[in-house]
């Protein structure tokens, strides 16, 4: 059976999802809905679903065991079955590159505390350290300052600005691209 990380922090169980949390994760996308939305792709129909999430789920393990993707919720310790948040480390290339590509959410009533600084230290180390990826970007929307702030505190450097980047929401939104770049890497 694949083994996958649970990432502990002094206040957050940071780990993939099982099964069992399809209620959480449909719940954590249901109440944040409005809130997410203006900062995230648009959504299948059958995206707010436990279907949807099983199968999900299901893939993400499959990507993970393929070194391909690492999708990480993020959970309080003092309720280990709420999903809180989430961070995603996609589009992993090994070979010359040795990457991948950081994206991020948190619930609304849950800004302002630090959580997300907090679990992305911790899962930073473990793709470094234990992935041994070189190096990890990160983009933003230039409007968003509190994601800007998140990752100029981890470290992250700015490397351009790229108009009509991603299509979130069902606009084209220019990015601010940013990277951080592992200083322990190791050959093989």
Known sequence: ML????LLTSRLIVRMLQQNDTTAIVNYYTENRDFLEPFEPFR???????????QQI????IEFGYDRSLRLFLFKKDDPKKVIG????????QGISYSCSLGYSLAENEQRNGYMSEALETAIRYVFNDLNMHRITANYMPHNRRSAGVLRRLGFTIEG???DYLLINGKWEDHIRTSLINPNWRVG
């Not at 299948?44 to 099983?54: E, G, S």
């Open 3 to 6: 083994q996958t990380p649970v």
């Open 161 to 163: 600005y790229s108009r």
């Open 58 to 61: 299901e893939k993400s393990l």
């Open 86 to 93: 989430a961070v995603n480390f996609t589009n992993i290339t």
């Open 44 to 54: 299948p129909k059958n995206f707010y679903t436990r279907d949807f999430w099983a």
